[in-house]
């Protein structure tokens, strides 16, 4: 399944091949080293789902998941250890994550979950651990837990983008934190100020600090040209060993008779195109087909022109050379098929409100419809314009609208490439901007590509436009059935991992119901004691001590753990892109803790109404056993979804897994 | 005994000159020259066609909100005698003679202008000065965009008014509270509060966000009385149940209510039909009801049958087939079964008619008594024109090869047998022996062999080629995840077949069908699929010249072309007051920098300022910054079509901060004589800037009088705004 993706970026790596991904590139790039120092070569295909590894050696790849997936159990251990204090419900809270089948389907194989996990988990033990190192501050226990905390955020920011919301709870922690500082009239302020600094060196500089580190090392470990170089801007090419924009030179100034390519600004925007295919009857006009392409093809070759005189004298070598300038009027020839570019009144074939723009004349005698006018955004009239540099904009000269490209796909018919537009509304926008990328005028003099460089800052901000828009991109397809985040609490619908078919070795990721519900009937549990305990609390009820330290588990640790839930569920709900059912499993860590935490309480309360303390404890230690075999009961049952189970599927009655099938769309 | 008329009947009345003036003001600014321009002004095109559709009683789906803001415009359009012919097709149309334009101009004008006096009450209660009162409303009174905006027919002065109204009244019952709890003004005010909100809502789901703010001040406030030690347990149980059943209770019901009249209403099918299910089709008055009255409602063998897919998108289409075959290879070199082809067309059409036959029996009409067909039965489907069976097999279909191609099966000999056994399985069933219902029940058709399940394709561009006449696909879906509705149908035209002769049966199936039944849903069903389609009904993403961003909203960077004049350069513009928007930043940029400094300090026990107007500076503030925050914030994670009339509602709020930035800085910060001398001339200072922008831009927001081009470009204050100069 998603193998074939991480595992195939992991290969990128150990060939140094560039390639374009919507997550940061820290948890591939552990991927990559763990399959390096494990011996693995890079050279297995990652084709699709289901292919045998046959000879490669991808154990390292999977243990070093599985490894980091296993670590889970212990920090949330301690985490509730921490908060409660209550060795039963962290016990109870371990027992959950061990026995729970989608935790551990989700950490067997090479993903990026069980990473990102890993880091958020440690993020928030280590949180838990600084809180709990309060009373001596600036200790070396102190120190070395809140620097750890940065360490793990930006470990958690670098897998993936969710990582956000931890880095969210962490700060949400600390102001809480630092609000408390400020109101002890017995610190002095410049005492203050150095807890102030101190979270802001380890907190935000020292993650800040290893997330570029990490981008560093990724743009230095992959320099060879490879798969998502068309995602990037002509500048960033440049600086792939194998791209054919790597260490070129070509002439600065763009001047009249050069041929050029001109790309679209807009991430992974094309290049203007045209070719001998006319657009189809009852779509515009019938002249021939204007595209934005990707790919680099002779076809993308145009030819400026003035758009008054004819090409003979251009093509005379002793005529002088004449620089296009800001603000002046220019014709496009197309190279191949020799039509100029052209646009008129007719609706675009699929944004309705913007005009067509199509290829028309022959051998460069046109109409006025043919003229543009050439304007760099920023720049006032009479400069000259640069190559690769200069954001140009496109101007049709009888119609007033700017030449952009839509981004929507043509059918068929235009061969699935890029609709290019004139669009009447004059917003500024990447989709109406272009640059002039290759530039071949053997009358100038060549210069080389390198003045260019981006610095890093520049590769950074680039990368993370890309990764952005490369998210927002990802949108469910009309009518394609998603998952929905209400379909994840309740465990309602699982994901196959592999295998389809009944001879197939099947493995589905689908959280043991049991614990699943139970964590669902804990939310709720949770919310009433809440409220209950803060109502009695405000309304000035003596308890006793006991009590009183249960009544802080439950808001305090209880509040903090429930907040980190909140903080990894909800935040989807408002998400367009496409969800899929492991999105849960971060916020499902915290449920589970959660579930020790309530659990304990609860118990505890309930065996304080009991007067000898002997029956409180049977009837506490009983509580506690029960939900322990329960877990370990359903897993027994649940096991072969993570194990893997062969045989005929779940909804024939003669499959041993048919009686468990307890909910209709589960499909294993 | 007549002990009473000892002493005079005093009537002593209290009438503020402020308030009276400045509704006066208000009304006039609001509706001097209303039915000025009579042509259709922007929004008017949209709104005016569902004014006209409520005259004529007919059913329409709108997307963009909940009924109550519609009916409310229509409410004026009833009093001044519309009869809702008038074609609204194109901005800047001139109104015919039958369209009283004034009276439907009327309601969103008087709830601007009433806006003005709210505001000055919302300060007081709020215990800051009459001055600074007197300041807020002025501010309103000035504000071009308000003006512009309340004058046409168009919601947003309506949704600012109930917004400004349910603020008031709740500040009226929280002042009420401390002393007289449970008394009637204090009922009074909290249902208001309620009755106030559920209006908001009801005119647009924007209004949703202070009503989600109204909500959590009432808990903070209830929060605080839980801690009060004086109060019983049992009281603090009636404060609790009366704000629930004010708050909650009253405004659900409210705005049920909206829908109940909406639907009440509307009783005649319209253009919007197609997009509920048959059911609903069913229960409006001409449309399909005509068709389907009468019609037998158990399903049973030998039925002749329509069956519609119940996902109706992109397009409505009925299961169909006619003589016509698969091309043997398609134009991507892939083969077919040469089969009769079978498609989801999407119009009426003979044939569209099959008959469900029991594969144990040779006869295709119902015996007598009729044999119900029910949940898990096995049926073949014959269609009623060409006489051939429903089949799917193990043959790529035609725009989706990986799905199994469903035909109409023609035995050539080539050994691929027949597979025309189909389950049916009753989706919204009540038991498993439920019978199969016309309309009501939603159908999946599970093919026995294979088990794949029959869909219409339903994506954009399902269409097949010339060679299926652009009809759209009908595929045998093998990996059916859950219960997507294009796998489901639902018998919309039925009727017993009583012909046994394929002749008598074509005249049978070309004849309209007659019997007589009918089939009403429930108010409650009605609601949820209305309320369900209106949530989930996009409209595609349409660029439209004036959209914006919320970011350019803050700083004013766009502006709204409402109307241009034919001839001359008159036109009319949503742009706002610019030295209102600017200081309205400024306000509440000052406000949260002056709140985070007295907070930090107040942790540190410093108090600057008495504890008395810490209260009134943060409760003032929790209304005015919450309010801008909940009704523009949001706005970042939208993804529809914004516009700038969007930030209005946030505006206002924004806007009463202002004078209570200003009172403060005068009262806590001005602590020399002389600096408050200074600080009152810079008040005047800068009120006369307000008036002076309000009377230049003036033109613009009245459309009157027309300005020469030269005048137009000096009002041309900023490049991004798009004021419209005619070509000489």
Same mark, same amino acid.
């Given at each position: 399944?998603?193998?074939?993706?991480?595992?195939?970026?992991?290969?990128?790596?150990?060939?140094?091949?560039?390639?374009?991904?919507?997550?940061?590139?820290?948890?591939?790039?552990?991927?990559?080293?763990?399959?390096?120092?494990?011996?693995?070569?890079?050279?297995?295909?990652?084709?699709?789902?289901?292919?045998?590894?046959?000879?490669?050696?991808?154990?390292?790849?999977?243990?070093?998941?599985?490894?980091?997936?296993?670590?889970?159990?212990?920090?949330?251990?301690?985490?509730?250890?921490?908060?409660?204090?209550?060795?039963?419900?962290?016990?109870?809270?371990?027992?959950?994550?061990?026995?729970?089948?989608?935790?551990?389907?989700?950490?067997?194989?090479?993903?990026?979950?069980?990473?990102?996990?890993?880091?958020?988990?440690?993020?928030?033990? *280590?949180?838990?651990?600084?809180?709990?190192?309060?009373?001596?501050?600036?200790?070396?226990?102190?120190?070395?837990?809140?620097?750890?905390?940065?360490?793990?955020?930006?470990?958690?920011?670098?897998?993936?983008?969710?990582?956000?919301?931890?880095?969210?709870?962490?700060?949400?922690?600390?102001?809480?934190?630092?609000?408390?500082?400020?109101?002890?009239?017995?610190?002095?302020?410049?005492?203050?100020?150095?807890?102030?600094?101190?979270?802001?060196?380890?907190?935000?500089?020292?993650?800040?600090?290893?997330?570029?580190?990490?981008?560093?090392?990724?743009?230095?470990?992959?320099?060879?040209?490879?798969?998502?170089?068309?995602?990037?801007?002509?500048?960033?090419?440049?600086?792939?060993?194998?791209?054919?924009?790597?260490?070129?030179?070509?002439?600065?100034?763009?001047?009249?008779?050069?041929?050029?390519?001109?790309?679209?600004?807009?991430?992974?925007?094309?290049?203007?195109?045209?070719?001998?295919?006319?657009?189809?009857?009852?779509?515009?006009?019938?002249?021939?087909?204007?595209?934005?392409?990707?790919?680099?093809?002779?076809?993308?070759?145009?030819?400026?022109?003035?758009?008054?005189?004819?090409?003979?004298?251009?093509?005379?070598?002793?005529?002088?050379?004449?620089?296009?300038?800001?603000?002046?009027?220019?014709?496009?020839?197309?190279?191949?098929?020799?039509?100029?570019?052209?646009?008129?009144?007719?609706?675009?074939?699929l944004?309705?409100?913007?005009?067509?723009?199509?290829?028309?004349?022959?051998?460069?005698?046109?109409? *006025?419809?043919?003229?543009?006018?050439?304007?760099?955004?920023?720049?006032?009239?009479?400069?000259?314009?640069?190559?690769?540099?200069?954001?140009?904009?496109?101007?049709?000269?009888?119609?007033?609208?700017?030449?952009?490209?839509?981004?929507k796909t043509l059918p068929k018919w235009?061969?699935e490439?890029?609709?290019?537009?004139?669009?009447?509304?004059?917003?500024?926008?990447?989709?109406?901007?272009?640059?002039?990328?290759?530039?071949?005028?053997?009358?100038?003099?060549?210069?080389?590509?390198?003045?260019?460089?981006?610095?890093?800052?520049?590769?950074?901000?680039?990368?993370?436009?890309?990764?952005?828009?490369?998210?927002?991109g990802l949108k469910p397809k009309d009518n394609e059935v998603t998952?929905?985040?209400?379909?994840?609490?309740?465990?309602?619908?699982?994901?196959?991992?592999?295998?389809?078919?009944?001879?197939?070795?099947?493995?589905?990721?689908?959280?043991?119901?049991?614990?699943?519900?139970?964590?669902?009937?804990?939310?709720?549990?949770?919310?009433?004691?809440?409220?209950?305990?803060?109502?009695?609390?405000?309304?000035?009820?003596?308890?006793?001590?006991?009590?009183?330290?249960?009544?802080?588990?439950?808001?305090?640790?209880?509040?903090?753990?429930?907040?980190?839930?909140?903080?990894?569920?909800?935040?989807?709900?408002?998400?367009g892109?496409v969800?899929?059912?492991?999105?849960?499993?971060?916020?499902?860590?915290?449920?589970?803790?959660?579930?020790?935490?309530?659990?304990?309480?609860?118990?505890?309360?309930?065996?304080?109404?009991?007067?000898?303390?002997?029956?409180?404890?049977?009837?506490?230690?009983?509580?506690?056993?029960?939900?322990?075999?329960?877990?370990?009961?359903?897993?027994?049952?649940?096991?072969?979804?993570?194990?893997?189970?062969?045989?005929?599927?779940?909804?024939?009655?003669?499959?041993?897994?048919?009686?468990?099938?307890?909910?209709?769309?589960?499909?294993? | 005994?007549?002990?009473?008329?000892?002493?005079?009947?005093?009537?002593?009345?209290?009438?503020?000159?402020?308030?009276?003036?400045?509704?006066? #003001?208000?009304?006039?600014?609001?509706?001097?020259?209303?039915?000025?321009?009579?042509?259709?002004?922007?929004?008017?095109?949209?709104?005016?066609?569902?004014?006209?559709?409520?005259?004529?009683?007919?059913?329409?789906?709108?997307?963009?909100?909940?009924?109550?803001?519609?009916?409310?415009?229509?409410?004026?359009?009833?009093?001044?005698?519309?009869?809702?012919?008038?074609?609204?097709?194109?901005?800047?149309?001139?109104?015919?003679?039958?369209?009283?334009?004034?009276?439907?101009?009327?309601?969103?004008?008087?709830?601007?202008?009433?806006?003005?006096?709210?505001?000055?009450?919302?300060?007081?209660?709020?215990?800051?000065?009459?001055?600074?009162?007197?300041?807020?409303?002025?501010?309103?009174?000035?504000?071009?965009?308000?003006?512009?905006?309340?004058?046409?027919?168009?919601?947003?002065?309506?949704?600012?008014?109930?917004?400004? =109204?349910?603020?008031?009244?709740?500040?009226?019952?929280?002042? =009420?509270?401390?002393?007289?709890?449970?008394?009637?003004?204090?009922?009074?005010?909290?249902?208001?509060?309620?009755?106030?909100?559920?209006?908001?809502?009801?005119?647009?789901?924007?209004?949703?966000?202070?009503?989600?703010?109204?909500?959590?001040?009432?808990?903070?406030?209830?929060?605080?009385?839980?801690?009060?030690?004086?109060?019983?347990?049992?009281?603090?149980?009636?404060?609790?149940?009366?704000?629930?059943?004010?708050?909650?209770?009253?405004?659900?019901?409210?705005?049920?209510?909206?829908?109940?009249?909406?639907?009440?209403?509307?009783?005649?099918?319209?253009?919007?039909?197609q997009i509920?299910?048959?059911?609903?089709?069913?229960?409006?008055?001409?449309?399909?009801?005509?068709?389907?009255?009468?019609?037998?409602?158990?399903?049973?063998?030998?039925?002749?049958?329509?069956?519609r897919n119940v996902l109706g998108k992109p397009m409505q289409c009925w299961l169909h087939?006619?003589?016509?075959?698969?091309?043997?290879?398609y134009?991507n070199?892939?083969?077919?079964?040469?089969?009769?082809?079978v498609t989801c067309y999407p119009?009426?059409?003979?044939?569209?008619?099959?008959?469900?036959?029991?594969?144990?029996?040779?006869?295709?009409?119902?015996?007598?008594?009729?044999?119900? +067909?029910?949940?898990?039965?096995?049926?073949?489907?014959?269609?009623?024109?060409?006489?051939?069976?429903?089949?799917?097999?193990?043959?790529a279909a035609p725009l989706s090869p990986h799905s199994q191609e469903v035909?109409?099966?023609?035995?050539?000999?080539?050994? #691929?047998?027949?597979?025309? =056994?189909?389950?049916?399985?009753?989706?919204?069933?009540?038991?498993?022996?439920?019978?199969?219902?016309?309309?009501?029940?939603?159908?999946?058709?599970?093919?026995?062999?294979?088990?794949a399940v029959l869909k219409a394709s339903g994506f954009i561009g399902a269409s097949l080629p010339?060679?299926g006449?652009r009809q759209l696909e009908v595929v045998g879906e093998k990996l059916s995840k859950g219960y997507h509705q294009s796998m489901l149908w639902?018998?919309?035209?039925?009727?017993?077949?009583?012909?046994?002769?394929?002749?008598?049966?074509?005249?049978?199936?070309?004849?309209?069908?007659? #019997?007589?039944?009918?089939?009403?849903?429930?108010?409650?069903?009605?609601?949820?699929?209305?309320?369900?389609?209106? =949530?989930t009904l996009k409209n595609e993403d349409?660029?439209?010249?004036?959209?914006?961003?919320?970011?350019?909203?803050?700083?004013?960077?766009?502006?709204?072309?409402?109307?241009?004049?034919?001839?001359?350069?008159?036109?009319?513009?949503?742009?706002?007051?610019?030295?209102?928007?600017?200081?309205?930043?400024?306000?509440?940029?000052?406000?949260?920098?002056?709140?985070?400094?007295?907070?930090?300090?107040?942790?540190?026990?410093?108090?600057?300022?008495?504890?008395?107007?810490?209260?009134?500076?943060?409760?003032?503030?929790?209304?005015?910054?919450?309010?801008?925050?909940?009704?523009?914030?949001?706005?970042?994670?939208?993804?529809?079509?914004?516009?700038?009339?969007?930030?209005?509602?946030?505006?206002?709020?924004?806007?009463?901060?202002?004078?209570?930035?200003?009172?403060?800085?005068?009262?806590?910060?001005?602590?020399?004589?002389?600096?408050?001398?200074?600080?009152?001339?810079?008040?005047?200072?800068?009120?006369?800037?307000?008036?002076? +922008?309000?009377?230049?831009?003036?033109?613009?927001?009245?459309?009157?009088?027309?300005?020469?081009?030269?005048?137009?470009?000096?009002?041309?204050?900023?490049?991004?705004?798009?004021?419209?100069?005619?070509?000489?």
């Amino acid at each position: 399944w998603d193998e074939t993706h991480f595992g195939k970026m992991g290969s990128y790596y150990i060939n140094r091949t560039f390639f374009f991904d919507v997550h940061p590139p820290l948890g591939k790039m552990l991927i990559g080293l763990a399959g390096y120092l494990s011996g693995y070569d890079g050279t297995f295909p990652f084709q699709k789902p289901g292919d045998r590894y046959e000879q490669h050696n991808y154990v390292g790849m999977r243990g070093f998941c599985a490894f980091l997936g296993s670590c889970l159990v212990p920090f949330a251990y301690l985490t509730v250890l921490e908060l409660s204090k209550s060795l039963p419900a962290a016990l109870l809270t371990a027992f959950i994550l061990i026995f729970d089948t989608g935790c551990i389907t989700l950490s067997q194989y090479i993903l990026l979950d069980p990473i990102l996990m890993f880091f958020l988990m440690g993020a928030v033990l *280590s949180m838990v651990k600084c809180n709990s190192c309060a009373d001596r501050p600036f200790s070396a226990s102190w120190w070395f837990w809140l620097s750890l905390t940065g360490v793990n955020l930006a470990g958690a920011m670098g897998v993936k983008f969710v990582g956000l919301f931890v880095v969210i709870l962490v700060g949400l922690n600390t102001i809480y934190d630092l609000w408390d500082l400020l109101g002890n009239l017995s610190l002095s302020l410049v005492v203050f100020g150095k807890h102030l600094l101190a979270r802001v060196l380890c907190l935000i500089l020292l993650p800040l600090a290893l997330y570029m580190a990490m981008f560093a090392v990724h743009f230095a470990v992959l320099n060879k040209s490879g798969p998502g170089d068309g995602f990037f801007s002509s500048a960033f090419q440049s600086q792939l060993i194998g791209n054919n924009l790597h260490n070129v030179s070509v002439p600065e100034h763009l001047a009249y008779g050069s041929v050029v390519t001109i790309k679209n600004l807009r991430m992974a925007g094309g290049y203007l195109h045209s070719h001998w295919h006319l657009y189809p009857e009852g779509v515009g006009a019938r002249q021939q087909q204007v595209t934005a392409y990707l790919h680099k093809d002779l076809n993308n070759l145009w030819i400026i022109k003035k758009h008054d005189s004819d090409t003979a004298d251009l093509s005379d070598p002793s005529s002088p050379v004449e620089f296009v300038r800001h603000g002046d009027i220019i014709r496009l020839e197309h190279k191949e098929t020799s039509r100029n570019l052209h646009s008129h009144q007719h609706e675009a074939p699929l944004t309705r409100k913007h005009f067509q723009v199509t290829g028309y004349g022959i051998n460069g005698t046109g109409d *006025s419809n043919d003229f543009w006018r050439i304007e760099v955004v920023g720049r006032k009239a009479g400069k000259l314009i640069k190559v690769l540099r200069s954001q140009v904009r496109l101007t049709h000269v009888s119609t007033g609208c700017i030449l952009g490209s839509s981004g929507k796909t043509l059918p068929k018919w235009g061969w699935e490439q890029v609709e290019v537009t004139c669009t009447p509304y004059l917003k500024e926008t990447p989709n109406s901007l272009w640059n002039f990328e290759d530039h071949i005028n053997p009358k100038l003099p060549n210069i080389s590509l390198d003045v260019l460089k981006p610095s890093f800052a520049e590769i950074l901000l680039e990368s993370h436009m890309v990764m952005i828009r490369g998210n927002s991109g990802l949108k469910p397809k009309d009518n394609e059935v998603t998952s929905k985040p209400w379909h994840w609490p309740i465990n309602y619908q699982g994901l196959r991992f592999s295998g389809v078919n009944e001879t197939d070795y099947r493995v589905y990721l689908l959280g043991n119901p049991v614990i699943w519900w139970l964590n669902l009937v804990t939310i709720g549990l949770y919310l009433l004691m809440a409220v209950s305990t803060a109502v009695t609390l405000k309304r000035g009820v003596q308890l006793t001590s006991e009590l009183k330290e249960l009544s802080r588990v439950v808001l305090r640790g209880g509040g903090q753990i429930m907040l980190g839930w909140l903080l990894h569920y909800l935040p989807f709900f408002m998400m367009g892109r496409v969800l899929y059912f492991h999105h849960y499993f971060p916020a499902m860590l915290f449920s589970s803790m959660l579930t020790g935490i309530t659990w304990d309480t609860l118990l505890w309360f309930c065996a304080g109404f009991l007067s000898p303390s002997t029956t409180a404890r049977k009837v506490y230690g009983g509580g506690f056993l029960a939900l322990v075999l329960l877990t370990m009961y359903s897993f027994y049952l649940f096991h072969p979804l993570s194990y893997g189970m062969i045989g005929p599927m779940a909804s024939d009655p003669s499959s041993p897994m048919a009686g468990l099938r307890w909910m209709d769309s589960w499909e294993f | 005994m007549l002990g009473f008329l000892k002493n005079p009947v005093v009537v002593t009345a209290e009438i503020n000159m402020n308030l009276v003036a400045l509704t006066v #003001m208000g009304l006039i600014s609001r509706l001097w020259g209303l039915s000025y321009p009579r042509a259709v002004v922007f929004d008017e095109v949209y709104y005016g066609q569902f004014v006209s559709l409520y005259m004529k009683r007919i059913f329409f789906v709108d997307d963009s909100g909940p009924p109550f803001g519609h009916m409310l415009l229509a409410l004026g359009g009833y009093l001044g005698g519309f009869d809702g012919n008038f074609l609204w097709n194109r901005i800047g149309a001139e109104y015919s003679m039958n369209v009283p334009v004034r009276s439907l101009r009327l309601l969103p004008a008087l709830a601007g202008a009433l806006c003005v006096p709210l505001a000055y009450q919302i300060l007081v209660e709020l215990q800051f000065s009459h001055c600074a009162a007197l300041g807020a409303a002025l501010l309103i009174l000035l504000e071009n965009s308000l003006i512009t905006q309340s004058r046409f027919m168009l919601l947003e002065s309506i949704l600012i008014f109930f917004i400004l =109204l349910a603020v008031l009244s709740y500040l009226k019952f929280y002042n =009420l509270q401390r002393h007289s709890s449970f008394s009637g003004s204090w009922w009074f005010w909290l249902l208001l509060t309620g009755v106030a909100c559920s209006c908001a809502v009801g005119v647009k789901y924007m209004g949703l966000f202070t009503y989600m703010l109204l909500l959590a001040i009432a808990g903070l406030h209830f929060w605080h009385m839980i801690g009060d030690q004086n109060l019983s347990n049992v009281s603090l149980m009636c404060h609790f149940l009366a704000r629930g059943l004010a708050l909650v209770i009253i405004p659900v019901a409210m705005y049920l209510s909206f829908f109940y009249v909406h639907l009440t209403l509307l009783y005649r099918s319209g253009p919007h039909d197609q997009i509920m299910t048959s059911a609903f089709q069913a229960s409006l008055e001409g449309g399909l009801a005509r068709i389907t009255q009468g019609q037998p409602l158990e399903v049973a063998y030998g039925s002749q049958i329509t069956l519609r897919n119940v996902l109706g998108k992109p397009m409505q289409c009925w299961l169909h087939s006619h003589t016509n075959t698969y091309p043997i290879r398609y134009e991507n070199g892939r083969g077919s079964s040469h089969q009769q082809q079978v498609t989801c067309y999407p119009f009426k059409d003979v044939n569209n008619w099959w008959i469900v036959k029991d594969p144990g029996m040779q006869q295709l009409v119902v015996s007598n008594p009729p044999r119900p +067909v029910r949940h898990g039965h096995i049926v073949q489907l014959v269609h009623g024109i060409t006489t051939r069976y429903l089949n799917t097999h193990d043959v790529a279909a035609p725009l989706s090869p990986h799905s199994q191609e469903v035909s109409c099966y023609i035995d050539y000999n080539i050994s #691929m047998p027949a597979q025309n =056994l189909w389950r049916v399985e009753i989706v919204n069933r009540e038991s498993d022996t439920d019978v199969w219902k016309t309309i009501l029940s939603e159908v999946r058709f599970v093919h026995v062999n294979t088990s794949a399940v029959l869909k219409a394709s339903g994506f954009i561009g399902a269409s097949l080629p010339e060679w299926g006449y652009r009809q759209l696909e009908v595929v045998g879906e093998k990996l059916s995840k859950g219960y997507h509705q294009s796998m489901l149908w639902n018998v919309e035209e039925h009727r017993y077949g009583k012909s046994q002769e394929q002749k008598e049966r074509e005249v049978e199936l070309h004849s309209p069908t007659q #019997m007589d039944i009918s089939k009403n849903l429930s108010f409650m069903a009605k609601f949820t699929e209305l309320q369900w389609k209106i =949530l989930t009904l996009k409209n595609e993403d349409t660029e439209h010249k004036y959209s914006s961003s919320a970011l350019d909203w803050i700083t004013m960077d766009t502006n709204i072309a409402y109307w241009l004049h034919p001839t001359s350069g008159a036109q009319i513009h949503l742009l706002g007051n610019v030295v209102i928007w600017a200081s309205a930043n400024v306000a509440a940029l000052v406000y949260i920098c002056l709140s985070l400094w007295y907070l930090v300090r107040r942790r540190r026990k410093i108090y600057d300022i008495p504890e008395g107007a810490w209260q009134l500076w943060v409760s003032a503030g929790g209304i005015c910054v919450g309010g801008w925050a909940v009704n523009y914030l949001p706005f970042f994670l939208m993804e529809k079509t914004l516009f700038l009339y969007h930030y209005l509602p946030a505006l206002t709020f924004q806007i009463l901060l202002i004078p209570i930035v200003l009172q403060h800085l005068g009262d806590h910060l001005c602590r020399s004589l002389l600096l408050k001398s200074m600080f009152s001339a810079l008040i005047v200072a800068w009120f006369s800037s307000v008036y002076l +922008v309000y009377c230049t831009f003036s033109p613009v927001t009245y459309g009157e009088p027309s300005l020469s081009v030269t005048e137009l470009k000096d009002l041309r204050w900023k490049d991004s705004w798009n004021i419209l100069i005619r070509k000489q």
